[in-house]
């Protein structure tokens, strides 16, 4: 069954805290991504070692599996993106359908040994990029389809709330 979509803008969390899962943007910058990142994947493994990791537990929410999914493709495209705001004046990002690539990509059917090695590669691959950025490139910028601005100090902020976030949804 499809999950409904979630069309949130989630953009408020670069200016407050969130109030699920306690992450403060405040004490974010792209220095401390990798990190966090790094800390998080022996927790993601241990996410989806555990037996019921492809069972939803309801209709409206996505199974642990499919979060990770979720969360290897976030490290995916995010890391597309800093390397465009890196290296372009005012990128700008296509946009991406989540929802939509959790269906194509049959997230839910997907060996969970192999998504946690694919996210440890993931993870791993943007939390070097994220190592590489400097202080000069903090306020260089990108835009997503639907308008949204970020400097690569907010896209920063905007991408680690996304991922632990999602850790907390799945208790990791």
Not at 11 to 28: A, I
Not at 58 to 67: F, G, I, M, R, V
Not at 136 to 153: P, Q
Request: contains cysteine; proline residues 6%; glycine residues 6%.
């Amino acid at each position: 069954m499809p999950i409904i979509p979630d069309e949130k803008d989630w953009t408020w969390v670069l200016s407050e805290p969130c109030p699920d899962c306690g992450f403060d943007p405040s004490t974010v910058t792209p220095s401390v991504v990798p990190g966090v990142v790094l800390n998080m994947l022996p927790r993601w493994r241990a996410v989806l070692r555990r037996g019921e990791a492809s069972e939803r537990p309801n209709d409206h929410t996505w199974s642990d599996l499919e979060y990770a999914c979720h969360v290897r493709d976030v490290f995916s495209l995010f890391d597309q993106r800093l390397n465009l705001m890196l290296t372009e004046d005012d990128a700008r990002f296509a946009n991406w359908d989540q929802d939509q690539a959790a269906v194509d990509g049959d997230y839910g059917s997907s060996d969970p040994q192999t998504v946690a090695d694919e996210l440890q590669a993931e993870g791993e691959q943007i939390a070097e990029s994220f190592a590489r950025v400097v202080e000069d490139d903090w306020k260089r910028t990108g835009i997503r389809s639907n308008g949204s601005a970020f400097t690569v100090l907010t896209f920063s902020r905007y991408f680690l709330h996304d991922v632990v976030h999602h850790l907390h949804d799945v208790d990791g």
